[in-house]
C-alpha cells in the first residue's frame, strides 16, 4: 500500500472515530425515492445490461485465480463467453470465448491450466495471446490470414490484485477515470499475493436489490439478530470514489484505536467495512482461517428478477488443515447469511414488487450509499459512450 492510500485510509479511521466519540452520524439531505418497476421492467434491464454491464470495466478475477503462467478462467458474462490467460510473458489478457471459424466458444466454462486452446467444434487452436496458431486439414480449408483471425481481445487491467475488464472491445472509456483512484485504495488488502480458498455460486433477486444489501448496514440488527448482526450498530458511514463505495460505521470500538499511535493502526483496521465496486462487486474482511475476505461477483440473470453471485473465499496466506477447517466453517456461514437471510428477503421483496405492492422503495437518510448507487444508475444509462470518461472525470453523478 502507498503513502498516500494509507493516509487516505488513516484520514477516514480519524473521521469514523470522531462520529464514534460524538455519537453523531451523516444524514442525506431527504429521504431518496427508486421507482419499484426499475427493479422489474424488462426493458429498463435490458438498458442495464447494453448500458452497464456491456461498457463498464466488470472485476471478473481476483489474481489469486489465474497466478501462473498458463491459468485461464473461462465464463458467461451477461451472455458474453469470455476467456480469461494468464501468459508466459506473466501477463493476463482477456477474450470473447467465440472461436474464428465458426464461433463457437473456444474453452468450455471453467477454469485450468492450458498452453493451447483448441475448439472442440473443427479443432482450430489458439495460443495464450489468442493468436490462431493452427487450422485443421488446412489445405481442404483453404487459404485465410491466419494473423487477422485470432480471438478477439476484450480491453484489461490488472491493478491491486484484481482483474477488470469490459466487455466491449472497441471501448474508448478510459479505465483510470473510472476507477476514480479506488484501485489505490483497495491496494490496502495486499490481495496480489493473497490464495484462492474456494468458490460458489448463489442465485439471488435483481442485480440492484442484491446490491442495495451490500451498501445496507440498517438491516443488520434485524434480518441478521440471529447469527451475527444482533449486537451491530445500524448507522453507515459512506466514503465514495466516483461510484464505488465503502461503507463503515462509527463502531465504539474504534475508540481503543485513541490509545495506539497513528502509525500502528493495523491494515485490518484500516479496511474495515464492506468495499463495494461499481456495479457488481463487494468485499467484506473476515477472520476465519486466518485473514481473509470473501469477494462477492453479482451478475444479473436472465431475467429481471434474478442474479447470480459467485462467492470468491481469498485468504492472506495458504491454510494449514486447522486453518482450512475454520475457512470452511466461516465460508459456509457466510453462504447461510447471504442465501436464507440476504437473497431470501430479496427473493421475497421482488414478488411483492413484480405483483405490484408498492410504486417505489425508499432509502432512508442514513442510506446514502442506496441514494448515491442509484443515482449512478441512472445516470450511466442516460449517457452516451462518448461521454462516459468524462462522466467518470466529473466524479459525481
Ligand atoms: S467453430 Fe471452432 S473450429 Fe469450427
Wanted: proline residues 5%; aromatic residues 10%; charged residues 25%.
Amino acid at each position: 500500500m502507498d503513502n498516500a492510500a494509507r493516509e487516505q485510509l488513516i484520514e477516514m479511521a480519524r473521521h469514523n472515530i470522531g462520529h464514534a466519540q460524538n455519537g453523531t452520524i451523516e444524514h442525506e439531505a431527504d429521504v431518496f425515492r427508486v421507482p419499484a418497476a426499475n427493479y422489474f421492467d424488462e426493458q429498463r434491464f435490458k438498458l442495464e445490461i447494453d448500458k452497464i454491464f456491456k461498457r463498464l470495466p466488470l472485476v471478473l478475477a481476483a489474481t489469486a485465480e489465474l497466478r501462473e503462467p498458463g491459468d485461464y478462467k473461462a465464463m458467461d458474462v451477461v451472455g458474453m463467453p469470455v476467456l480469461l490467460t494468464r501468459g508466459s510473458d506473466g501477463e493476463v489478457r482477456a477474450f470473447i470465448n467465440s472461436c474464428s471459424h465458426r464461433g463457437a466458444p473456444v474453452v468450455t466454462s471453467g477454469s485450468g491450466k492450458a498452453k493451447r486452446f483448441v475448439c472442440g467444434y473443427h479443432a482450430w487452436t489458439f495460443d495464450q495471446k489468442g493468436k490462431l496458431v493452427a487450422i485443421a486439414s488446412k489445405d481442404d480449408f483453404g487459404s485465410i490470414d491466419m494473423s487477422a483471425h485470432g480471438l478477439v481481445p476484450l480491453p484489461i487491467t490488472e491493478r491491486s490484485g484484481l482483474i477488470w475488464v469490459i466487455l466491449d472491445p472497441d471501448s474508448k472509456l478510459d479505465m483510470d477515470a473510472f476507477l476514480s483512484g479506488y484501485d489505490k485504495l483497495l491496494g490496502a488488502f495486499g490481495l496480489e499475493n493473497w490464495h484462492l480458498f474456494e468458490a460458489r455460486t448463489l442465485k439471488g433477486p435483481n442485480w440492484k436489490i442484491a446490491y442495495d444489501g451490500y451498501l445496507d448496514l440498517y438491516q443488520l440488527p434485524v434480518l441478521h439478530r440471529e447469527t451475527f448482526g444482533e449486537q451491530m450498530s445500524n448507522q453507515a458511514l459512506y466514503y465514495a470514489w466516483g461510484p464505488h463505495q465503502r461503507v463503515t460505521s462509527p463502531s465504539k470500538q474504534l475508540l481503543d484505536l485513541l490509545d495506539i499511535p497513528e502509525e500502528k493502526w493495523s491494515r485490518d483496521i484500516l479496511s474495515a467495512g464492506v468495499w463495494t465496486i461499481f456495479p457488481h462487486i463487494s468485499i467484506a474482511s473476515f477472520r476465519g482461517g486466518g485473514r481473509s475476505i470473501m469477494l462477492s461477483q453479482l451478475f444479473p440473470g436472465e431475467t429481471p428478477g434474478e442474479s447470480y453471485t459467485t462467492q470468491i473465499y481469498l485468504m492472506e496466506k495458504e491454510p494449514d488443515e486447522a486453518q482450512r477447517h475454520d475457512a470452511y466453517k466461516q465460508f459456509k456461514l457466510l453462504e447461510y447469511v447471504v442465501q436464507e437471510e440476504d437473497y431470501a428477503t430479496g427473493l421475497r421483496q421482488q414478488r411483492a414488487l413484480e405483483a405490484g405492492a408498492r410504486k417505489e422503495v425508499l432509502f432512508g437518510r442514513n442510506e446514502g450509499g442506496g441514494h448515491r448507487f442509484h443515482r449512478w444508475v441512472e445516470r450511466i444509462i442516460a449517457t452516451p459512450d462518448d461521454e462516459l470518461t468524462a462522466l467518470f472525470q466529473a466524479g459525481t453523478p
